[in-house]
């Protein structure tokens, strides 16, 4: 089978109206001969264009990336059929299921999909698609679980991982992160990563690889100390969660302090205010001196019905100036970098119920605030 090298954005004008359309081809001389099998199936035009003339622009793909939005997408058989209507890559390759939000006696059940995966690791061996049963997995508290498929042998399976490093995208795919706390399944699908259709493969380059924050939104400090935190949409480019909005003053609008004890094991306790009395100290949680500041580091988790924030505390600060310049803490639990999206910074003198509101968005959990 042939592989398209170059992947085109041709601006079209016919009876006075722009198209914008992609193509594939092996060599650019093709170029015009798809347009003209496009316009021609296309109930829009349906007849031949009055070429070169109207093709106004044709452009290499990563010229217009990040600044054009693609209308049409040529799919004709001397283009890019084949690259469309086949798996390229290793996933799931079916429709994504609903996944649930329950277990059922006592097992996290994933239903019956479609995949594409390869029999070795680094994309080598055997390519194919398959059908992966239904099955029940046990899922672990307080930490977040990864779904995945497995290879096994030519009769792929859903495995519970713990980690997602064990996903190699050839013979082990992802399909969902599942954070099993407080009682409730916080459920983050991967998506749909098989085929390889061109308005995904833009979609997936447009947005960043991990979870990240597409849209505005506000986060601000209700009267007591509480999180008022607006609805949110997160994408990691191929799947996109709209997490509810939150008011940790309101009932089952829940909040979490992790903090680390005097023997650095993580551990959290529910709590509806942020904290201004205690840091994150190396012996544990330590007392707020007087004029001192501390940073409450408010996470989302996602999920498109859940409503749970965790927040992690800083150490101690000599000002409020030093606390706003300070980097971003790294030592985080596994649960947060798995399972959540940093949305702000509240610093707060030692009593204070006047935090400083530092909003984060489209930046790492782990980069310098500026």
């Known amino acids: 089978m042939s592989t398209y090298r170059n992947l085109r954005y041709c601006e079209v004008l016919h009876d006075s109206v722009y198209y914008d359309v992609m193509v594939g081809v092996n060599d650019l001389d093709e170029v015009n001969d798809v347009l003209q099998e496009w316009a021609l199936a296309n109930s829009s035009i349906g007849e031949a264009l009055d070429l070169p003339a109207a093709l106004t622009k044709n452009l290499d793909i990563t010229e217009v990336l990040t600044a054009k939005d693609i209308d049409n997408f040529v799919y004709m058989k001397s283009a890019i059929s084949s690259y ?8 799931v390759s079916g429709d994504f299921p609903t996944l649930p939000k329950v277990l059922v006696v006592s097992e996290y059940v994933m239903p019956e999909i479609t995949a594409a995966i390869y029999s070795l690791p ?11 049963d239904s099955l029940g997995l046990t899922l672990v508290s307080d930490e977040v679980n990864f779904i995945g498929v497995s290879y ?46 061109p308005e995904k493969l833009i979609q997936v380059q447009k947005k960043r690889s991990e979870f990240a924050i597409t849209d505005d939104f506000t ?10 935190l607006s609805a949110l949409e997160v994408s990691n480019g191929v799947e996109t969660i709209d997490c509810l909005a939150m008011d940790t003053e309101t009932a089952d609008n ?7 004890d005097g023997s650095a094991v993580w551990q959290n ?9 205690q840091y994150q100290g190396a012996a544990g949680l330590a ?15 996602i999920d498109d019905a859940n409503l749970l924030i965790f927040n992690i505390l800083s150490g101690s600060f000599d000002s409020l100036a030093a606390a706003k310049e300070s980097d971003m803490i790294t030592d985080i639990p596994d649960p947060i970098k798995e399972g959540c999206i940093l949305v702000g910074r ?8 006047s935090p400083t509101v530092q909003k984060i968005q489209r930046i790492s959990p782990f980069a310098t605030v500026v």
Do not use: C, H
């Open 122 to 132: 680094d994309f080598k061996g055997v390519f194919g698609e398959f059908t992966i």
């Open 219 to 228: 986060i601000a400090s209700g009267a007591g100390n509480y999180v008022e």
């Open 254 to 260: 829940d909040m979490f302090l992790w903090y680390k």
């Open 346 to 353: 509240f610093i707060v003198e030692k009593s204070s119920l």
């Open 152 to 197: 096994n042998s030519g009769f792929p399976i859903f495995v519970r991982y713990n980690s997602a490093e064990s996903f190699d995208y050839s013979s082990i795919i992802p399909v969902a992160m599942v954070l099993y706390f407080d009682g409730e399944l916080n459920v983050i699908p991967i998506g749909q990563l098989a085929n390889g259709l």
């Open 84 to 91: 469309m209507d086949k798996p390229r890559f290793a996933g």
């Open 287 to 301: 007392t707020l001196g007087s004029g001192k500041f501390v940073i409450n580091y408010i996470y989302r988790v």
């Open 269 to 277: 306790v529910a709590s509806d205010t942020i904290n201004n009395t």
